[in-house]
């Protein structure tokens, strides 16, 4: 979800500035530029500092997904099917 839209400041972005140590909206206007603009995201990110409704609240972590050994378009991949001729006819 984006926070600053201005900027395009994630939610992720501020948990992860918060967990790295910032504490103040100014601390995060300094590190993301929230609130620099508009203004109309500051009440929404300092929500994510210390004290706030949203503190302590982890990010969802990704994990990585199964990779692919080979894809279609890698060099020494079987060649790709030949392109077929389609003929469109119009009633």
């Known amino acids: 979800m984006f926070i600053c839209i201005c900027n395009a400041i994630t939610e992720r972005q501020v948990q992860s500035a918060v967990a790295e140590g910032a504490v103040t909206l100014s601390d995060l ?7 620099t603009c508009c203004g109309c995201c500051s009440e929404t990110a300092g929500e994510y500092l ?42």
């Open 29 to 35: 206007q300094g590190q993301l530029g929230v609130g």
């Open 50 to 91: 210390p004290g706030g409704r949203y503190a302590g609240q982890a990010s969802i972590r990704q994990e990585a997904g199964t990779p692919v050994a080979n894809a279609a378009n890698d060099p020494g991949v079987s060649a790709p099917l030949p392109m077929v001729a389609v003929a469109v006819r119009r009633a």
